[in-house]
């Protein structure tokens, strides 16, 4: 059965870095788009970077752009994430998930097909 484990979440002070890692399993997600979303409490999901396989560059929410990177390693099935210059708005729970059907990045979490569990991150103020 396809799987997405993500690793990395913790506590970190304002202005501290993580990185993020998500491990793909039971099939070969090198060929989809896989993305980073995270969800605030009492906030809805909300789309923070994706990637697809071969097509363009990362494309991130202006919210976090300049300050995430992502990457994937298609070989390994999986994907990184670096998190620079966090604010306590960056607080929330974060969660890799792939999107079987387009090669385009979709910010759309409706779109995505598998989801991780989730890890936490939290920034201190």
């Known amino acids: 059965q396809a799987q997405l484990v993500e690793s990395g979440g913790g506590l970190v002070q304002a202005g501290g870095s993580l990185r993020l890692s998500c491990v793909a399993s039971?099939?070969?997600?090198?060929?989809?788009?896989m993305g980073w979303f995270r969800q605030a409490p009492g906030k809805e999901r909300e789309f923070v970077a994706g990637?697809?396989?071969?097509?363009?560059?990362?494309y991130y929410a202006d919210a976090v752009k300049g300050r995430f990177a992502i990457s994937r390693d298609n070989a390994k099935n999986t994907l990184d994430r670096q998190m620079n210059s966090l604010k306590a708005e960056d607080t929330a729970v974060y969660y890799c998930?792939?999107?079987?059907?387009?090669?385009?990045?979709?910010?759309?979490?409706?779109?995505?097909?598998?989801w991780g569990q989730g890890t936490q991150v939290t920034v201190s103020s």
């Open positions: 998930a792939a999107d079987l059907g387009t090669v385009v990045v979709v910010p759309n979490p409706v779109e995505y097909d598998y």
């Open positions: 039971g099939r070969t997600f090198s060929t989809y788009v």
């Open positions: 990637i697809s396989w071969n097509i363009g560059s990362p």
